[in-house]
């Protein structure tokens, strides 16, 4: 038999069996376990036991590259807890930002999404990584206050 592996990018919280039943609006099998309500990227929301969970799913803090990678990809500001700033972090630039009658001129370039890193508020370079980058274990979401857009952030 194959074996396979698999990345999922979740958003979970501990809380009782009782207590996703009553979120969900939904009867699971009963059990008196602690676990975590998980919800998927689609908006899948469900209720997992904690050793289920603690089996698939790992926090983002210390993590590989890898890991890192992938968070970038579905939107995710990381950092290396190594570079000791929460000014600088990665984050995929996905689009130019200018006068979209610049873009239509044929000698204006394309530019192609890439790994940014921010260096200043609405200021990115493209970032590539060394060799001590993709062997760290030091990788993690980066969390921001929620008070609207942060500076330089697309």
């Keep these: 038999m194959e074996k396979y592996t ?3 990018l ?4 501990p809380m009782s069996l009782k207590e996703a039943e009553e979120k969900l609006n939904l ?7 602690a676990g975590y309500m998980v919800k998927y990227p689609d908006g899948f929301s469900t209720w997992m036991p904690k050793w289920e969970f603690e089996q698939t799913f790992h926090k983002l803090e210390n993590q590989t590259f890898a890991l890192a990678l992938d968070a970038i990809l579905h939107g995710e500001k990381v950092i290396r807890t190594s570079w000791n700033s929460k000014e600088k ?3 995929l630039i996905s689009a130019v930002q200018g006068n979209s009658a610049d873009l239509e001129k044929t000698d ?3 530019v192609l999404p890439f790994i940014g890193m921010r260096v200043a508020p609405y200021r990115f ?3 590539t990584p060394n060799m001590d980058d993709l062997l760290a ?3 993690t979401i980066l969390k921001l206050p929620k008070k609207g857009k942060q500076p330089g952030t697309h």
Excluded: F, M, Q, R
Excluded at 10 to 13: N, V
Excluded at 27 to 33: A, D, Q, R, S, V
């Design 108 to 110: 204006t370039p394309n």
């Design 6 to 8: 698999g990345v999922k």
């Design 125 to 127: 370079i493209p970032w």
């Design 27 to 33: 009867k699971l099998k009963p059990t008196n376990e």
């Design 137 to 139: 274990v030091d990788w």
């Design 10 to 13: 979740i958003e979970a919280d």
């Design 89 to 91: 972090w990665l984050e």
